[in-house]
């Protein structure tokens, strides 16, 4: 970790005036210093550099920091790199926090697995570039694609040559295993091992900062698949990367927009041609992943699809990733070429400018939405218009709040003849019938107990149509006082009102647990038993080890879980079963893939936790694969998790990412206080239930004031380790 008064002492030395003058022409402006915006393209400059202030703002499209937040984003460099090339041009060493022996063995270790992947990539990719000068066969494919031998340079394509070992010249222990963790070569179940591409065109795969991380292969050939990717890989996940993302960099600032193609060969097809702003998914749908970096690259997007019916699906279907991200200073459009073309086939044939009046005419994205809507309905007739109102309304609900939205949304009120109060209504009644006990909710309110009404007043007051009204009093210093207080109701009488929260008065049913979940991490909240002992004045009913002792004494690690589980069907989890990983579950993911050996320090009660917890159902498969398998680096786990699992696409996701982060000074203090956070949701979950049972017997109101009493210490002592 970078200690922040380094940093504070570190831009009080660097100018951020010469550090942006490197990468923009700047001139005076009165106190300030003008360019055009490196971030969005702009013909009149309203990218301002303020000596005084330290810091750059573009009035056109908002961009603003420091001169590190200005290296992060225009090079593409991770924070730390941006901090020591900044210390490094002004003569300061960047100090580091105290770490301990295995803290550092632990970075070590990180550090020289990725030096390892990225140069033997890099070995590859020297060997496919120096055989495509030696192959006539693919300088003549590549000259009867259009293609120049300066694209060709400046893309780094290659040829893998046609030997199944071909490798073996670059690397004379073709046995290593880190041949396969790289994707590079293929080991059979006999043993036998070879090259994964062959007879391909290769193109090398870079991420943001420019890092190599893979390839793709084209075949030239007869033979199937016609592209090829790297494998998942600790640094390559096709799921979140995009071809071309960093050559098209300087495209898309002059083009104004990033257009993105469904294959490698029409991203240099289109450079060829000028175009140089086009980005390819690698052979996956797109993702909201690929949306984020998109909109990061520039705030127009053109998506180029065939007009045949499967590329209109997969329109679609980046529709649906991108809804969620929409706001209203982004075009998202669709650009649908004739079913005999595909982006490379038409500007050769036709040239840049017919296809760039292609790209003029590109429908939007609300368009397309509202057209393939009607179109799968009879708009003339009541139940059609019914049916395509039932279909939308998801789609309407995950666009993010703001004016994109309503305007959409009064489109297609009208489109079905509703008006717009009408439809927002619809909208108000789908989304609180998907909320946990949302039963006998209308428009006027929230759904609460018994299916009560929730109606907010003034001053924090909830009133539930027939009840009587009471204020929230939980305020101050949790670490001082009680978090959440209200009157306990005594042997026999029934409670004057619902379990209350800091912020709202109540505590909402956590959409975390929803309701009717079929899996196995569905949590049951009546009655649930935490595990912790007594402590004070806390009564509870068992006496064990503290859940956040980090108890290592343990029994074999299979007897851990409930004997009751549904699903265990070997390492690395079940393939084909689907799980809800929440924020909180990632983080724990993430944790474990960056430190296995956390589980050697696991007690039966935080696995009690973990058991018990809701969503964390790849957390305890990975648990079982580190206590199996001994592994401890994300390259052995994705080795012993089992192919085409969900464990494996999440450590073939978290793996590059997790790579990439500073090591954590204390991991196990964050551990501990993510099982706290765990065992407060799961106490949420119970007061909830019991809440809108009504509390109605004596058994049922001891309970909850007990685990009121639980979550107020809990509350109070933050991240500390308990009893």
Not at 343 to 359: H, L, N, Q, V
Not at 512 to 524: L, M, T
Not at 581 to 590: C, E, Q
Request: hydrophobic fraction near 35%; proline fraction near 6%.
């Amino acid at each position: 970790m970078i200690p922040e008064s380094f940093i504070q002492d570190l831009l009080a030395r660097v100018d951020v005036v010469d550090v942006v003058g490197r990468y923009v022409q700047l001139r005076k402006g009165g106190a300030n210093l003008l360019g055009l915006c490196p971030f969005h393209n702009e013909k009149s400059p309203s990218f301002t550099v303020s000596p005084t202030k330290q810091f750059y703002h573009c009035f056109g499209c908002g961009a603003h920091g420091t001169a590190i937040t200005f290296l992060i984003e225009h090079t593409g460099a991770s924070f730390p790199e941006a901090v020591r090339s900044l210390a490094a041009s002004v003569g300061m060493t960047v100090p580091e926090e105290p770490r301990s022996p295995r803290q550092r063995q632990q970075d070590q270790q990180r550090k020289q697995e990725v030096s390892r992947h990225e140069a033997a990539l890099e070995s590859a990719r020297r060997f496919y570039l120096s055989a495509l000068k030696l192959s006539p066969r693919a300088i003549d494919y590549l000259k009867g694609r259009g293609l120049s031998g300066e694209i060709a340079a400046r893309f780094g394509l290659g040829w893998s040559g046609e030997d199944r070992r071909g490798l073996a010249k670059v690397f004379p222990n073709y046995d290593d295993p880190l041949l396969v963790e790289c994707g590079l070569v293929i080991e059979a179940d006999d043993g036998r091992r070879y090259d994964r591409f062959r007879e391909r065109i290769m193109f090398p795969i870079r991420n943001g900062r420019g890092k190599l991380i893979g390839f793709g292969g084209r075949i030239i050939g007869k033979g199937e698949p016609k592209y090829l990717n790297s494998p998942e890989t600790p640094l390559f996940s096709k799921g979140r990367e995009l071809y071309g993302l960093w050559e098209a960099r300087a495209g898309v600032r002059r083009e104004g927009c990033v257009l993105v193609v469904e294959g490698y060969m029409d991203v240099v097809g289109l450079a060829q041609h000028g175009l140089d702003n086009a980005v390819a998914t690698l052979g996956t749908s797109t993702t909201p992943d690929h949306v984020q970096k998109l909109l990061r690259l520039s705030d127009k997007v053109i998506f180029s699809y065939d007009g045949d019916a499967a590329g209109r699906r997969a329109a679609w279907r980046a529709l649906q990733a991108c809804l969620p991200l929409m706001r209203d200073d982004v075009s998202v459009r669709f650009l649908f070429l004739p079913t005999e073309h595909d982006p490379d086939s038409y500007i050769r044939e036709f040239g840049d400018k017919a296809f760039r009046a292609y790209m003029d005419e590109a429908v939007s994205l609300s368009r397309f939405m509202l057209e393939e809507l009607s179109s799968h309905h009879r708009l003339d007739e009541a139940e059609g218009r019914a049916a395509c109102v039932h279909e939308a309304l998801p789609l309407l609900a995950s666009l993010p709040e703001g004016a994109y939205r309503l305007q959409v949304e009064r489109e297609f009120a009208q489109r079905v003849l509703l008006t717009s109060e009408e439809l927002t209504y619809l909208l108000e009644k789908a989304q609180q019938a998907r909320r946990p006990g949302a039963a006998g909710a209308d428009s006027s309110g929230v759904a609460g107990p018994g299916g009560l009404i929730r109606q907010p007043t003034r001053d924090g007051i909830v009133d539930w149509k027939g009840m009587p009204a009471v204020a929230a009093e939980a305020k101050g210093d949790k670490g001082s006082q009680a978090v959440a207080r209200h009157e306990e109701p005594g042997p026999g009488q029934e409670p004057s009102h619902y379990p209350e929260d800091p912020e709202h008065g109540w505590i909402p049913p956590d959409p975390a647990f929803p309701a009717g979940d079929s899996n196995d991490d569905h949590f049951e909240a009546p009655h649930w038993e935490p595990p912790w002992e007594a402590s004070g004045d806390v009564p509870m009913r068992r006496s064990a080890p503290s859940a956040y002792s980090g108890d290592s004494s343990r029994q074999s690690f299979g007897s851990k879980w409930d004997k009751g589980r549904k699903r265990r069907t070997g390492s690395g989890g079940a393939a084909g079963t689907h799980h809800q990983v929440t924020p909180l579950a990632k983080h724990l993911l993430r944790l474990l893939i960056m430190h296995p050996a956390l589980e050697e320090g696991l007690g039966d009660q935080q696995l009690e936790i973990l058991e018990r917890g809701p969503h964390l159902g790849l957390v305890r498969d990975l648990i079982e694969l580190i206590a199996a398998s001994g592994a401890r680096h994300i390259g052995a786990l994705l080795q012993a998790a089992e192919p085409g699992s969900d464990l494996e696409q999440v450590l073939s996701g978290l793996g590059p990412q997790v790579l990439a982060e500073e090591e954590l000074p204390d991991p196990q203090s964050e551990w501990n206080d993510a099982l706290r956070r765990i065992e407060l949701d799961l106490i949420k979950a119970e007061q909830t239930a019991l809440a809108q049972a009504g509390l109605r017997t004596v058994a049922e109101q001891q309970r909850y004031q007990e685990l009121n009493r639980r979550r107020i210490l809990l509350e109070a002592s933050g991240s500390r380790k308990l009893l």
